[in-house]
């Protein structure tokens, strides 16, 4: 199976994207909604709960797994990356080749948790790509609770927006890298605040296909994977919250059955 975990059910925008791509494939999810928000702990603590939840999506049967959590891909990957051997793909990758690709000026825009824009992983893998592009970033704390409470079009989330986008058009950002599994849900309402011309980037989509060019390439380990007619994609949470449950709807535009694993992580 193809394993994907995030700190809640906000990575489940990038699990739809991969089911619209690979529809084939059979995917285990595991959104961690009892340590929910990962976004405002530390790199160590980040990095405890990664190693725990890859274990649990390898004990499902994961042979390759996808970091959809923006929090934990910048201070959880590379030491994932060392410590199992199997594939690993995460959502900052993707985001930057894009932003490389897409950026006219060399003016970039990231948004993120405070974990995400505090550990400085966007800036250096974009400037590591072109250090002669400009990287401006900005951490938007409040965007996850207020998806998570369901007020994508409020005024006050406008508001809000405003003022954390303000800086970056100060700066007049060309491209805008939407670093948070939550911030797809809110990509009208950035688009419309920052710009037309600003190119907003959500990397979900680079990932899935970046995902798919890989099993092409790797049929032997495609072949391993389990399949769709093998049983349906089981999507596990360490919490189960109306909240939750709302998100997970509106993401998949169906209900989703969110399946209770306790204990991971209790000692
Ligand atoms: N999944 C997190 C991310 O993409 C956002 C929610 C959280 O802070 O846990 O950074």
Excluded at 64 to 87: E, F, H, M, Q, T
């Amino acid at each position: 199976m193809i394993g994907i975990f995030d700190s809640g059910v906000g990575g489940m925008t990038v699990a739809w994207a991969i089911e619209q791509v690979l529809p084939d494939y059979r995917l285990v999810y595991f959104g961690d909604l009892a340590r929910t928000p990962y976004g405002t702990k530390s790199p160590a603590t980040i990095a405890r709960y990664s190693f725990q939840n890859v274990d649990f999506l390898l004990e499902q049967g994961a042979k390759l797994l996808v970091i959809a959590c923006n929090s934990a891909a910048s201070v959880a990957a590379a030491k994932l990356r060392s410590a199992y051997a199997l594939p690993l793909f995460e959502v900052i990758g993707p985001a930057v080749k894009e932003a490389v690709r897409l950026s006219p000026k060399g003016r970039v825009g990231v948004i993120g948790t405070r974990a995400t824009i505090r550990s400085g992983v966007y800036e250096r893998l974009i400037k590591g790509k072109r250090a002669d592009f400009l990287v401006f970033s900005t951490p938007c704390p409040l965007l996850v609770p207020l998806v998570e409470e369901g007020w994508l079009n409020q005024r006050e989330t406008k508001m809000i927006l405003r003022r954390y986008l303000a800086p970056l058009q100060q700066q007049q950002v060309d491209t805008l890298v939407l670093g948070c599994t939550h911030y797809p849900m809110l990509k009208k309402s950035i688009q419309h605040r920052i710009g037309r011309r600003v190119k907003v980037i959500d990397s979900s989509w680079a990932l899935a296909a970046e995902l798919r060019d890989f099993l092409a390439i790797n049929p032997q380990l495609a072949s391993s994977l389990s399949r769709r007619a093998e049983g349906e994609n089981l999507y596990y949470v360490s919490d189960i919250t109306a909240a939750a449950a709302l998100v997970a709807r509106r993401i998949f535009g169906r209900p989703i059955e969110l399946r209770l694993v306790a204990g991971i992580g209790d000692f």
